[in-house]
């Protein structure tokens, strides 16, 4: 799998949007953008993943650049609840390959 | 849907002593599930993979005797810490995964040796 670039941390205040950066620039053309993010003492919760084209759902915006080397999750409107380590991951879809987790980003919801 | 839960979510045991993990997919199949450990302040590190009714396939440096792990059915997969130390202590995290989709993670267990 391409590896990937994320800041340590980050902090955001409340209400406002989060935008979280990844950077994975040898990504390979069948390789998609996957984000998860882990809530202190839990398991890691799926949040949203794409291949070339922006992607939305209920929780989050991904945003990916044309030449597909970096991407950007958006969290629209932050709460406290959404403090976590935000990770993104580069995979080949949903084959027979694993989830491997880098460092990770450190999101600090500020009240 | 997709939910995998663990028990039991924390345990203590005594240094030397075998402990048991559960990890169970409640609303799928699991073809391959998936053990990984995370120690405070650092990443997930994905300990092994395994198929339902096949041996663990080890990431490097994960010791297969002390971490025994079994997936004898489409719904359970057990760790087993065996003779288990102090430096054992850490989340345990498993997820689950059917034939070709996404993998679902359980909650984490607790693990502290005393």
């Known amino acids: 799998d391409a590896k990937t670039t994320q800041p340590t941390s980050m902090d955001c205040a409340e209400g406002r949007a989060a935008n979280l950066p990844c950077n994975h620039s040898?990504?390979?053309?069948?390789?998609?953008v996957y984000w998860y993010r882990q809530i202190h003492s839990q398991g890691p919760q799926y949040i949203i993943h794409?291949?070339?084209n922006n992607e939305t759902n209920e929780m989050a915006s991904l945003i990916i650049t044309e030449d597909r080397k970096s991407s950007t999750l958006i969290l629209p409107h932050a709460t406290l609840r959404d403090t976590a380590v935000y990770y993104c991951?580069?995979?080949?879809?949903?084959?027979?390959?694993?989830?491997?987790f880098g460092p990770g980003t450190s999101l600090s919801v500020i009240p | 849907g997709a939910v995998v839960s663990q028990h039991p979510s924390w345990v203590i045991c005594k240094s030397g002593t075998s402990v048991k993990i559960e990890c169970r997919s409640l609303?799928?199949?699991?073809?391959?599930m998936f053990w990984y450990r995370q120690f405070p302040k650092q990443s997930l590190m994905l300990m092994a993979t395994s198929n339902e009714g096949s041996k663990a396939t080890y990431e490097q440096g994960v010791e297969k005797d002390k971490f025994l792990i079994n997936h004898a059915s489409l719904t359970l997969s057990t760790l087993t810490v065996t003779s288990a130390h102090p430096e054992d202590s850490s989340f345990y995290i498993c997820?689950?995964?059917?034939?070709?989709?996404?993998?679902?993670f359980g909650p984490g267990t607790r693990l502290t040796v005393t």
């Open positions: 991951i580069v995979r080949v879809g949903t084959s027979y390959d694993k989830v491997i």
């Open positions: 997820s689950a995964r059917q034939l070709y989709y996404e993998q679902y």
């Open positions: 040898t990504i390979s053309g069948n390789e998609y």
């Open positions: 794409g291949l070339k």
């Open positions: 609303d799928f199949q699991a073809t391959t």
